[in-house]
């Protein structure tokens, strides 16, 4: 168990360019949440997926965003037209849709992606 | 809709001194509450949660918050910090039925520990 990754780690585009970010979940976890977290702020949920479905989707989510989980492993998240408000720290969380104790409802953290729209 | 309030955006405490995180929450309907810590130069990670059953909940590092349902409160206490508890406090809630997984977090408590 190698804990969830996120690549890459820092971003840094020109406003108008398109960027793409990747989650690799703990694997045996079948939901997968996307957050942004911007300065002086908590993680604010984005996104979550259980398996490939995408079941429940922010309204801060918007057309410029797209995320997928094609097989039900990793993520993508795309933003498109990137804009300088994107700028922010892209975290990904995975959990297991089932557990016991500890396991129940916890949601495990990845580094996050810091992305900088300049 | 739910919503959490983190009505102190820092605490510093002296090391050894008691601590209080205070967490407030919003919801029409049943909650789960979560406290997740994030130390300098790490991801999140779950402290300790409420799903059910006794209002008190512990920690494996000496934090314990209690659910109090008529105060819509979940506060973080800890008898003595030491240094190595310097990090910043997430409290969080979701809805806890309906199928729902959207968790709400608050903005956050950076406890500084000072030796």
């Known amino acids: 168990d190698t804990g969830v990754s996120q690549n890459p780690r820092h971003k840094i585009t020109k406003r108008g360019q398109n960027v793409t970010f990747r989650c690799d979940p703990i694997s045996e976890h079948n939901r997968l949440y996307w957050y942004r977290q911007t300065l002086g702020q908590g993680p604010e949920f984005l996104t979550y997926f259980q398996n490939e479905a995408q079941l429940e989707k922010s309204r801060l989510l918007s057309d410029r965003f797209s995320a997928e989980r094609p097989k039900g492993s990793f993520s993508t998240l795309e933003i498109q037209r990137t804009e300088q408000g994107d700028s922010a720290m892209y975290l990904c969380?995975?959990?297991?849709?089932?557990?016991?104790?500890?396991?129940?409802?916890?949601?495990?953290f990845g580094p996050g992606t810091r992305l900088l729209v300049l | 809709a739910q919503s959490v309030t983190q009505l102190d955006s820092q605490v510093p405490v002296f090391e050894e001194a008691p601590v209080e995180l205070r967490c407030n929450y919003s919801s029409s309907v049943s909650v789960y509450l979560f406290w997740y810590v994030q130390y300098p130069n790490q991801g999140l990670q779950l402290l300790l949660k409420?799903?059910?059953?006794?209002?008190l909940v512990e920690s494996i590092n000496g934090f314990e918050a209690e659910f109090n349902k008529s105060q819509t409160s979940f506060h973080l206490r800890k008898p003595s910090v030491h240094i190595s508890d310097t990090a910043e406090y997430f409290c969080?809630?979701?809805?806890?039925?309906?199928?729902?997984?959207?968790?709400?977090f608050g903005t956050g408590t950076k406890l500084q520990v000072i030796p």
């Open positions: 969080a809630v979701r809805l806890s039925s309906g199928g729902y997984q959207k968790v709400t």
């Open positions: 409420y799903l059910s059953g006794s209002t």
């Open positions: 969380a995975s959990s297991p849709s089932s557990g016991q104790g500890f396991y129940q409802e916890t949601q495990y």
